[in-house]
């Protein structure tokens, strides 16, 4: 991949949690959400 297309994926990444943690969640949550997808834990 080149460096352009990482950068833009990073904000995107950046701006995806930035709403997560807007929505109410906490960075476990977020985390828990993105190793274990939708599945309850």
Do not use: R
Request: charged share 30%.
């Amino acid at each position: 991949m080149n460096d352009q297309f990482m950068i833009a994926l990073d904000e995107e990444w950046v701006e995806l949690v930035q709403e997560a943690k807007a929505a109410g969640l906490s960075i476990e949550e977020i985390k828990d959400f993105l190793q274990n997808g939708h599945e309850d834990s």
